[in-house]
């Protein structure tokens, strides 16, 4: 009973504050990933049924089979058949997949084509979770959302490609940009591999020059943005910067790893030349050399707008965000 007037409260509350948007079903794309799995449980505590969507069962099957509020939906995200079947019935789709760099000049345009198409079939909103590559170099000390995009690299123009997609279709879109993810689950990024060897105590690697401040977000404050903005109407048709607790050194974030988890061993840089080396032996890390500018200048957010039209931003500490993410990586969550 108490759970039931809580989620009436919060439904109630929710209405009022964003915007009156009613949402009883969402679809992930992308949920056995880093910001996706985040999106998902946000979802679940609001009391929102959630479609789980990747390619992977069992990696889905590991993260939320034990959850029966989540349906759990495989397929190929570039299969435009498979998400529309999979978008049926839902009221908003959270586009939170990605795809190996090596596949975005011939793969993600069509891909995202698929996701408006699909929800522009079934009569969805969408809310499209995307990076800060088509920014290109920032000349300001923060990024807003009236700076003007002139990407310099493949991938950003690519990225300035799938803006301009969504924003030619009927569909009501939200464009979140995030700088660089953690969080629990979020494997597929650049701080991931150093909380991955210091958890175990291996040799540890960071990427980039450890005394430059840039900006990382944890993910379950992505999520919460994003959901957030979801339920506002007014939201839709706009792009909002969502930026990170606050900017940060490579030094200070090994120096809160150290002390949360006793990692004593040196933390070794990976360079620019580094990466352009192992590019001559492997595809991906060729790819990943356009984009290690972010490494050396970065690009800051301004979350101005977003504290405007929804309110305070989510910003949950680089120690206390670092504490859950090694308790998730290490069982003790």
Known sequence: MLGFLFSTSFEQWSNNKFGGI???????????GGMGFSIVNELIERGIEVTAFARSEQKLRNLYEERREITIKTGDIFNLQDIVDVAKDV???????????????????????????AAEIQNTKLVLVDNIYAYGRSNVAKVTENTPKQPHTKKGKIRLQVEQLVKQSNVPTI????????????????????????VQHKKAMFVGDQ???????????????????????????QNYNIPAY????????????????????????????????LGIFNADMREVVEMFYLNEEPVVLDGAKYENDI????RTSYREGLLRTIEYMTGAK
């Open 22 to 32: 009613h949402m009883k079903k969402a679809l992930v794309l992308g949920a056995s």
């Open 91 to 117: 009221d908003i789709i959270f586009q939170a997949a990605n795809i190996p760099y090596k596949e975005w000049e011939d793969k993600l345009v069509p891909f995202i084509g698929n996701v408006v198409k």
């Open 175 to 198: 464009i979140a940009h995030f700088p660089d993810f953690y969080g629990p689950n979020a494997e597929s990024t650049i701080l991931h591999y150093t909380l991955k060897d210091a």
């Open 211 to 237: 005394t430059i401040a840039r900006e990382f977000i944890y993910t379950p404050d992505g999520a919460k943005a994003a959901v957030n903005l979801s339920m506002n109407d007014n939201a839709y048709g």
């Open 246 to 277: 606050d900017v940060i050194t490579g030094k200070e974030l090994v120096q809160i790893i150290r002390e949360l988890s006793g990692y004593n061993k040196p933390v070794w840089t990976v360079s620019k030349n580094l990466i352009r080396f």
């Open 311 to 314: 309110g305070p931003l989510p």
